[in-house]
């Protein structure tokens, strides 16, 4: 009779996997399957580690319920979020830099029209954003979805607050003819991401801490370019060098221009002053 030993099971498993039809899913069943073989021998894990280990993803699983997604949290605290993002934009260069979508996007945010305020009503310093989205040409962009979002001066996101009424500090805009969005807000903190599930627990039992640095998400597609998910990191904030997703790239942090009480540009009058800032995005061409 066949039986399998310590060593000959790698072997017997990825002979079965081998017969998967599709090539790339065969490559990656195949490559799964040594990797995770290579850990529980390299570690000698235990069968109390695994079991341990298979509570942990359960948890995990049961977590993901209406806006809280566990599943992309520790993916990100892992760093692999920003592995595969990294690997996927191995080729390009000149296009504005990448990072993690996080758990926070909504795929319905709503529409706004260009000088919309999405923090209306809402505490914190003013934040006047103006982004120009253009190719790697430099050529304006007309008519690119934008979508922004982030968190309240209590860092928090719209869809954490259980009975919320409809979405805040987010909304999807439209580049005008000049390739240009503006929108107000306000000046988001720092924030923990949401830590009181197995994620934290793992954050808590390796000593890691569970804070970003302040920021402001953007999404943005154009006809012909390849889609940018991206933020801009507010500078000389807390957590940059030790964000706990590993998100930051220097490209990405920007300064916010101060402006004392008068009126913006766009005619609002702002008796405590406001903040500026202006970026440019870049996307590659398909
Ligand atoms: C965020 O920035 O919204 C985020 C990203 C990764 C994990 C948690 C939050
Ligand atoms: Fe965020």
Same mark, same amino acid.
């Not at 962009?141 to 009975?163: M, T």
């Given at each position: 009779?066949?039986?399998?030993?310590?060593?000959?099971?790698?072997?017997?498993?990825?002979?079965?996997?081998?017969?998967?039809?599709?090539?790339?899913?065969?490559?990656?069943?195949? =490559?799964?399957?040594?990797?995770?073989?290579?850990?529980? /021998?390299?570690? =000698?894990?235990?069968?109390?580690?695994?079991?341990?280990?298979?509570?942990?993803?359960?948890?995990?699983?049961?977590?993901?319920?209406?806006?809280?997604?566990?599943?992309?949290?520790?993916?990100?605290?892992?760093?692999?979020?920003?592995?595969? +993002?990294?690997?996927?934009? /191995?080729?390009?260069?000149?296009?504005?830099?990448?990072?993690?979508?996080?758990?926070?996007?909504?795929?319905?945010?709503?529409? /706004?029209?260009?000088?919309?305020?999405?923090?209306?009503?809402?505490?914190?310093?003013?934040?006047?954003?103006?982004?120009?989205?253009?190719?790697?040409?430099?050529?304006?962009?007309?008519?690119?979805?934008?979508?922004?979002?982030?968190?309240?001066?209590?860092?928090?996101?719209?869809?954490?607050?259980?009975?919320?009424?409809?979405?805040?500090?987010?909304?999807?805009?439209?580049?005008?003819?000049?390739?240009?969005?503006?929108?107000?807000?306000?000046?988001?903190?720092?924030?923990?991401?949401?830590?009181?599930?197995?994620?934290?627990?793992?954050?808590?039992?390796?000593?890691?801490?569970?804070?970003?640095?302040?920021?402001?998400?953007?999404?943005?597609?154009?006809?012909?370019?390849?889609?940018?998910?991206?933020?801009?990191?507010?500078?000389?904030?807390?957590?940059?060098?030790?964000?706990?997703?590993?998100?930051?790239?220097?490209?990405?942090?920007?300064?916010?221009?101060?402006?004392?009480?008068?009126?913006?540009?766009?005619? /609002?009058?702002?008796?405590?002053?406001?903040?500026?800032? +202006?970026?440019?995005?870049?996307?590659?061409?398909?």
């Amino acid at each position: 009779m066949k039986y399998e030993t310590e060593s000959s099971l790698t072997a017997a498993v990825t002979a079965q996997f081998a017969k998967t039809p599709d090539p790339r899913l065969r490559e990656i069943l195949l =490559a799964l399957t040594s990797h995770l073989h290579a850990f529980a /021998r390299e570690t =000698a894990l235990t069968i109390e580690e695994w079991s341990q280990g298979i509570e942990f993803i359960t948890r995990t699983g049961h977590m993901c319920q209406g806006g809280r997604q566990e599943f992309i949290l520790l993916s990100d605290v892992l760093g692999l979020s920003m592995l595969v +993002d990294a690997i996927e934009h /191995r080729t390009q260069s000149s296009a504005t830099d990448s990072t993690v979508l996080g758990p926070f996007f909504v795929d319905d945010a709503p529409t /706004r029209l260009n000088g919309a305020d999405i923090g209306a009503g809402l505490a914190g310093d003013l934040l006047l954003v103006t982004a120009a989205v253009t190719g790697t040409d430099g050529q304006p962009l007309a008519d690119a979805d934008v979508v922004v979002w982030q968190c309240d001066e209590h860092g928090r996101y719209d869809i954490q607050y259980p009975g919320r009424d409809g979405y805040f500090l987010r909304g999807r805009f439209r580049t005008d003819a000049r390739g240009l969005v503006q929108f107000w807000s306000i000046v988001p903190p720092a924030y923990p991401i949401p830590d009181d599930g197995p994620v934290g627990d793992l954050l808590t039992a390796s000593g890691r801490h569970p804070w970003r640095p302040a920021h402001v998400h953007f999404h943005i597609a154009a006809a012909g370019h390849r889609s940018l998910v991206t933020h801009l990191f507010v500078a000389g904030e807390d957590y940059l060098d030790s964000d706990v997703v590993f998100g930051v790239k220097p490209s990405l942090i920007v300064d916010l221009v101060p402006h004392g009480p008068g009126t913006a540009p766009d005619g /609002r009058v702002c008796p405590n002053g406001w903040k500026s800032l +202006d970026h440019p995005f870049q996307l590659a061409a398909l």
